[in-house]
């Protein structure tokens, strides 16, 4: 029935190893060889290109990361590069891709489509939840739950010392992750890109509840955000008066074991994109909204700017104070 490929491109996310490990065993459901591309498109440049056998797979579902590795390519931006993938892939007689990835990444296979007319099927992949035309993407409930887990644990030690905590999380220019983990952390104060705030708008209320027993403050903030966490954090000693502490969740929000959502998603993601690319559904996304999954173009999901959904972002505007 033909070869197929799956790569992974841009930050990793907790997800990826489940949807190589379906990857492989639907593709050998459905009669085609499963390749797997080490190192995303710079894999593809230099020919990383390997067939793949249930033993490839094995033992990996529960592993976040992913087995083949990723990478952010800017030789694929160049011509010359992208002749040099498409050798490559037709040595191997490789005509169809599952690209894990985000709009970036996507773009990039569009291009590369049109010029060389790889099929390709996109699974958006990344914790920061931003590609247009999706509700979900891949590895965004692991994320979650890390920054949840890390919360609960340093609400413990806020609560024991009379400290702010300014617990920064990723996202990029998204605010998703924090707006979500703030409402479902009970923070006092979440701050997102996509919401403008004065902090003075807070300093009434803050000192009232100190003086009524308050003993702590939880603010969770994106890294998106106009101010630096720490500056944050001095403001919470200088003007609400109580000892404050930054934690940067980093990288740590990237890693961690699939929860069963991210696996399930994976499954059904990489499932779509196998049977898409088996229609004739040759340069398409695989997104999720309103509860089904669907293909859009390339037009749809990039070159857009994102929002999130208006009903979650009424429920931190509803509570924003200001000035
Ligand atoms: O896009 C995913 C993401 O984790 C962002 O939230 C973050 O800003 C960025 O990647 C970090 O990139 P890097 O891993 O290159 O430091």
């Known amino acids: 029935m033909g070869n197929i490929a799956i790569l992974c491109s841009g930050g990793d996310v907790s997800g990826m190893n489940p949807a190589i490990k379906h ?9 085609l060889s499963p390749f797997l591309v080490y190192d995303g ?3 593809l440049i230099d020919n990383k290109i390997v067939p793949a056998s249930y033993k490839d797979v094995s033992g990996i579902i529960n592993r976040g990361g992913t087995k083949i590795g990723s990478a952010r390519s800017e030789r694929f931006h160049e011509a010359r590069y992208r002749q ?3 050798d490559n892939l037709e040595a191997l007689q490789i005509d169809k891709l599952v690209v894990l990835g985000g709009d970036g990444s996507f773009r990039g296979m569009a291009k ?5 007319g790889i099929a390709f099927a996109g699974v958006p992949s990344t914790i920061d939840n931003d590609i247009v035309g999706t509700d979900y993407c891949l590895g965004v409930d692991t994320a979650l739950n890390i920054i949840r887990v890390s919360l609960d644990a340093i609400r413990d030690t ?25 409402l479902t952390s009970g923070a006092e104060l979440t701050l997102i890109p996509e919401i403008a705030y004065d902090l003075c708008g807070y300093k009434e209320k803050f000192k009232k509840e100190l003086l009524e027993g308050r003993r702590y403050f939880l603010a969770v903030v994106s890294e998106g955000i106009k101010q630096s966490s720490q500056e944050i954090a001095t403001w919470f000693e200088e003007e609400i008066g109580v000892e404050s502490r930054v934690s940067v969740l980093g990288h740590i929000q990237r890693g961690g074991n699939p929860t069963s959502r991210d696996r399930l998603m994976a499954y059904r993601f990489v499932h779509f994109a196998i049977d898409g690319l088996l229609s004739g559904e ?9 509860s089904q999954l669907n293909y859009k173009s390339i037009a749809d999901v990039a070159h857009k700017e994102h929002h999130i959904e208006p009903a979650l972002m009424e429920l931190v505007e509803s509570t924003t104070l200001h000035c």
């Open 23 to 31: 990857f492989v065993e639907y593709a050998k459901a459905k009669g």
């Open 41 to 43: 498109f710079e894999g």
């Open 84 to 86: 040099q993938a498409k």
């Open 112 to 116: 590369f489509y049109e010029e060389h």
């Open 158 to 182: 806020a609560s024991s010392f009379k400290r702010a905590f300014v617990v920064e999380t990723m996202g990029r220019d998204c605010g998703y992750l924090a707006l979500v983990s703030g």
């Open 282 to 290: 040759n340069d398409k996304i695989c997104c999720f909204s309103d």
